[in-house]
């Protein structure tokens, strides 16, 4: 996996320096980078698991590096399958981590968690949210797929236990009228979203894909919070026919979501801090099979880089395998050629931004058929030069 991301580097060093305008101020990495990295956190068997799916990796203000991922104990299936989330610590730059601790233990069928996406608030909380129980196309008010949110307050070392928040985001009893027309709800595995611009810095969200109560038919809201994750509210409709999503605040303050679908990729923009939402489009140029991926910002202009870069982890095939990195040097309009970051069967990846300015990449590969979780770790710093 090394020679792919050297290429990645590369072909991305090329791209930003067409776009690096003169005397241009870049924030200097708080430590030296550590170079290329990889390792297998997780493979089939270990802990006595037979499978490993759904990353998420989220570096904290301290420079803790949170790798949580679903634990599925007995075979690879999504809920309502026994599954735990479990999670480990790196304090050097993912040099080295701790065993697994859990945060959600699975207690056999309809009782396992599964599908994490993390965040950091301002007051430093760690916000985990998850679902759990019966499985999303089966759920309805009465036997539910459940929402939840856990907390740490000690940089994941320690987790509260799971609150349910299910019937706040849909159903009968749903603040938002119009999500009570929904069965089910789940989130998107990988990294929420805190903003940072304007009069809404500080809320966090959490992209939802919802079930309608007829059909098997998924809308994308956003679940939110304006109080460090003490209270939730859900937006206006994002996405219309959506899946799993990210979302990403962009250099003027607007926020982007992106869709799973199934040969290109769903977006739209919310100007009002993610409540309400325009008119929905595709990216044809994101070619990709309906899987989940991530976002990252890695350099922003109003925060003294020399360019704007947003990239985007997909798998690079109407088939899962070939996660790559696709690269936007303007806020999502267009995206460049992807660039290959695992060769192969692989799926979920989530990625982070390291205190030293390196980026880190969790990743779901499966190159013999069970589902193992790897941690790459690459320098920024070569981004920009």
Same mark, same amino acid.
């Given at each position: 996996m090394k020679q792919s991301l050297l290429l990645i580097v590369a072909t991305l060093m090329a791209a930003c320096a067409c776009h690096k305008p003169a005397n241009d101020v870049v924030e200097q990495p708080t430590e030296e980078p550590i170079g290329y990295y990889e390792q297998c956190l997780y493979r089939? /068997?270990?802990? &006595?698991?037979?499978?490993?799916?759904?990353?998420?990796?989220?570096?904290l203000s301290d420079g803790t590096l949170l790798a949580i991922c679903d634990?599925?104990?007995?075979?690879?299936?999504?809920?309502?399958?026994?599954?735990?989330?479990?999670?480990?610590? *790196?304090?050097?730059?993912?040099?080295?981590? *701790?065993?697994?601790?859990?945060? $959600?233990?699975?207690?056999?069928?309809?009782? &396992?968690?599964? #599908?994490a996406a993390l965040v950091e608030c301002d007051n430093g909380d760690v916000v985990c949210v998850f679902v759990?129980?019966?499985?999303?196309f089966a759920s309805?008010? $009465?036997?539910?797929?459940?929402?939840?949110?856990? =907390?740490?307050s000690d940089k994941g070392e320690t987790w509260s236990e799971p609150e349910d928040i299910t019937f706040q985001l849909w159903g009968d009893q749903a603040t938002r009228p119009m999500c009570r027309n929904y069965r089910a709800s789940f989130f998107a595995?990988? @990294?929420?979203? =805190?903003?940072?611009?304007?009069e809404h810095a500080g809320r966090i969200m959490?992209? $939802?894909?919802?079930?309608?109560?007829? /059909? +098997?038919?998924?809308?994308?809201?956003?679940?939110?919070? #304006?109080d460090n994750g003490t209270s939730w509210k859900v937006s206006q409709r994002a996405y219309e026919g959506g899946d799993e999503a990210k979302l990403m605040e962009l250099e003027d303050g607007r926020v982007m979501i992106s869709v799973r679908q199934s040969g290109a990729r769903g977006y739209n923009y919310s100007t009002n801090g993610g409540l309400a939402w325009g008119t929905q489009g595709r990216w044809d140029?994101?070619?990709? +099979?309906?899987?989940? &991926?991530?976002?990252? =910002?890695?350099? $922003?202009? #109003?925060?003294? #880089? *020399?360019? @704007?870069i947003i990239l985007h982890s997909l798998p690079n095939s109407m088939e899962r395998r070939d996660v790559s990195i696709f690269a936007s040097y303007d806020e999502g309009e267009t995206w460049q050629d992807p660039v290959l970051l695992f060769e192969g069967p692989s799926v979920y990846s989530s990625m982070t931004l390291l205190?030293?300015?390196?980026? &880190?990449?969790?990743?779901?590969?499966?190159?013999?058929?069970?589902?193992?979780?790897?941690?790459?770790?690459?320098?920024?710093?070569?981004?920009?030069?």
């Open positions: 089939p /068997g270990d802990y &006595g698991s037979t499978n490993w799916r759904i990353p998420a990796i989220c570096c634990k599925r104990k007995h075979n690879e299936g999504d809920l309502p399958e026994d599954i735990d989330i479990v999670v480990r610590r *790196s304090t050097d730059n993912g040099r080295s981590w *701790s065993e697994p601790a859990t945060i $959600a233990e699975g207690r056999g069928r309809k009782q &396992g968690f599964g #599908d759990g129980g019966n499985g999303l309805s008010q $009465a036997d539910p797929i459940r929402s939840y949110v856990c =907390r740490s595995s990988g @990294n929420g979203l =805190r903003l940072t611009r304007g959490f992209a $939802a894909a919802m079930c309608r109560k007829t /059909g +098997n038919i998924l809308d994308n809201f956003v679940v939110y919070s #304006d140029c994101l070619k990709a +099979n309906a899987c989940n &991926g991530d976002m990252l =910002r890695v350099a $922003a202009r #109003d925060r003294g #880089d *020399s360019c @704007n205190k030293n300015g390196s980026i &880190g990449v969790l990743l779901e590969a499966n190159p013999n058929g069970a589902c193992e979780i790897w941690y790459q770790n690459w320098p920024k710093e070569m981004l920009l030069k």
